[in-house]
């Protein structure tokens, strides 16, 4: 036999049977080293199984071109060139991320629907020699698990809602709490948005799909009997939108309301948006969004405020304009629900490390009807 065939003759070459992911549990207990996506860049970044890396077969041109040639040509043509170019790719990646892989390494790979791409590339892996496996169904059938426990499912644990006017720390608060022993989820975080016209982050938000993993990992990790604390939101932060199960129960929960002095607030805000009064630009064209909901003469002071680097009182005029009346009038559709009001004259880092406790205290109460 020609040494090229060679490699062919391991019993590997057959394919193993693939894994089957039951629910979102199954993730912490992977029978594998390292997960690898090997779909494009592009079906990566919109949303991936957590921990996994990319390793893609076809870049993103390569893709939208096999795609357009197996719709619009040939599917017998589609199949030779992505095969070719999926023997480069895969060649690349031997070559540099698995070049250091040791004799005994165990990847799993996935795809989009557990087909040809990562077929393929696990085939390779175990001609190696290495113990490759593939997701059955792909991507598919973890995106199927996510939307099942998000939207199929009913909330998991009894949620409160840690509210106020805009600058009272609640993000701040939220991991303080969270110190305390209290389920929290920081949905903020996982949206990388602060929710407000204001809000945008660094590094931007995550997709619609990328969101809602995060969010149905961390609702799987929660203990259902005992309370979690979320902060209060509307059913959409900045361009990711709250699932309906949770946004119901969010409606419905008890209320830790955190109350402070308009000038607390507005310091805390000018430390809070550092990044924002750090790029002017950004700074005037976020206030100028606001010109149709205010008169000309507000948004020109409140510019003026920008420039003269017066942040604190630029909060304070934008709180007192424009969030607090709106924050008021949300408010009032929950005027029926449990609530506690704790009021705090400061909200430096001292005050509320040492309101934490009390805090924590107050969320088991409220979620035991106390």
């Known amino acids: ?59 993103n041109d390569e893709r939208a071109r096999v795609g357009t040639i197996y719709t619009q040509e040939s599917p017998f043509r589609a199949r030779r060139i992505g095969a070719a170019l999926l023997a480069r790719n895969a060649a690349h990646h031997l070559e540099t991320s698995l070049a250091d892989k040791p004799r005994g390494y165990r990847p799993l790979v996935y795809c989009w629907r557990g087909g040809q791409r990562s077929g393929a590339f696990a085939l390779i892996l175990r001609q190696v020699g290495w113990q490759a496996e593939t997701i059955e169904g792909g991507y598919r059938s973890y995106r199927r698990l996510v939307q099942s426990a998000l939207y199929a499912a009913p909330w998991p644990a009894p949620v409160v809602v840690l509210d106020g006017n805009t600058g009272t720390a609640k993000t701040a608060l939220l991991s303080l709490i969270a110190a305390q022993g209290v389920q929290v989820i920081d949905l903020e975080g996982l949206a990388n948005h602060r929710g407000s016209l204001f809000g945008a982050m660094p590094g931007g938000q995550p997709a619609q ?160 009807g106390r």
């Not at 039951?22 to 949303?47: G, K, Q």
């Open 1 to 59: 036999m020609p040494p090229a065939l060679l490699l062919f003759r391991s019993t590997a070459y057959e394919a193993a049977m693939p894994l089957t992911l039951h629910s979102l549990s199954d993730l912490t207990a992977l029978p594998c080293d390292e997960v690898i996506d090997v779909r494009s860049p592009a079906e990566f970044a919109e949303d991936h199984i957590p921990g996994a890396i990319n390793l893609p077969v076809l870049d």
């Open 209 to 368: 799909k990328a969101f809602e993993t995060r969010l149905a990992i961390a609702a799987g990790a929660l203990d259902p009997a005992r309370p979690v604390l979320v902060e209060g939101e509307s059913s959409k932060i900045g361009e990711v939108n709250l699932p309906p199960g949770l946004w119901q129960a969010m409606k419905s929960a008890p209320r830790l309301v955190i109350a402070a002095p308009l000038q607390a607030r507005a310091a805390y805000l000018a430390r809070a948006y550092r990044d924002l009064t750090a790029d002017p630009a950004r700074l005037h064209d976020t206030v100028r969004a606001l010109s149709r909901l205010h008169p000309r003469e507000r948004i020109e002071d409140w510019l003026s405020l920008a420039d003269s680097q017066q942040f604190e009182a630029l909060a304070a005029g934008l709180m007192q304009h424009h969030y607090d009346p709106r924050y008021e009038k949300q408010r009032a559709r929950f005027d029926a629900l449990p609530s506690r009001t704790v009021a705090m004259d400061s909200l430096d880092p001292d005050a509320l490390a040492a309101a934490a406790p009390d805090l924590a205290r107050a969320v088991s109460a409220l979620s035991a």
